[in-house]
């Protein structure tokens, strides 16, 4: 499998729950980060955790990092049409950044 | 202060044609990134350039593709006789200069769209 998969690959809830994404990595990380990127569009950056950290929060955003088990998780709580998206995780090692495969998500209004 | 700009937003060509694309890095930035992105899949590291420097290729395909980012001007991705396999999405990053081992945040421009007919 390949650096950085996210699950589910899509996910459709509706307006107002929470939504999680997973990702799991192989290699040893500097950090790991999560990007939005909206259909035919660029990609935004969401948050980033280090490597020594396990928990971070940013406005409706939650990520954990559990480097043992070399995952992460994204939480986006009470979750807006406007977050329908395709949401990647990020590894960074060796001076680049490695994607996952995306998770592709869709709020129901 | 703009943000990292791509153009041509939009490139079509035919097969054996060449494609150039290119990117203006963020002011104050001199570090930049060329990822690929076929539909449907997350982006793939092509390239890592400094100014006149290419510093790490290991992503960019051996043959027909090449890039540089020159001590003037923006960074250039060149496709030469390109196929259809290569249609896809181009995006470029760039970042202020970092130490080995340190991280500043990548930032994305919006892309080149390649079509090749």
């Known amino acids: 499998s390949q650096q950085g998969e996210e699950d589910p690959q899509a996910l459709s809830i509706q307006e107002g729950e929470n939504a999680t994404m997973n990702c799991s990595y192989k290699?040893?990380?500097?950090?790991l980060q999560w990007y939005r990127q909206n259909s035919g569009r660029g990609l935004v950056h969401l948050i980033l955790?280090?490597?020594?950290?396990r928990e971070k929060h940013s406005g409706r955003l939650r990520v954990t990092l559990d480097t043992s088990k070399k995952s992460s998780s994204l939480l986006i709580t009470a979750s807006r049409a406007a977050d329908t998206a395709s949401y990647f995780c990020?590894?960074?090692?060796?001076?680049?950044?490695?994607f996952g495969t995306g998770t592709r998500l869709t709020i129901i209004p | 202060n703009a943000g990292v700009m791509q153009n041509p937003r939009h490139l079509v060509r035919r097969r054996g044609q060449e494609a150039r694309l290119r990117c203006s890095p963020m002011?104050?930035?001199?570090?930049v990134y060329w990822y690929r992105q076929l539909p449907e899949e997350g982006l793939k590291f092509m390239v890592y350039?400094?100014?006149?420097?290419?510093?790490?290729e290991s992503g960019m395909p051996k043959e027909r593709f090449s890039a540089e980012f020159p001590k003037e001007g923006p960074s250039i991705l060149r496709i030469q006789q390109v196929v259809r396999g290569d249609s896809a999405a181009y995006f470029c990053?760039?970042?202020?200069?970092?130490?080995?081992?340190?991280?500043?945040?990548?930032?994305f421009g919006p892309g080149t769209r390649l079509t090749v007919l």
């Open positions: 290699t040893s990380i500097n950090n």
């Open positions: 002011k104050g930035h001199s570090h």
């Open positions: 955790i280090r490597s020594n950290e």
């Open positions: 350039l400094q100014k006149e420097n290419i510093i790490d």
């Open positions: 990053a760039s970042s202020p200069p970092i130490g080995r081992g340190n991280y500043n945040e990548q930032f």
């Open positions: 990020a590894t960074f090692g060796n001076e680049k950044l490695t």
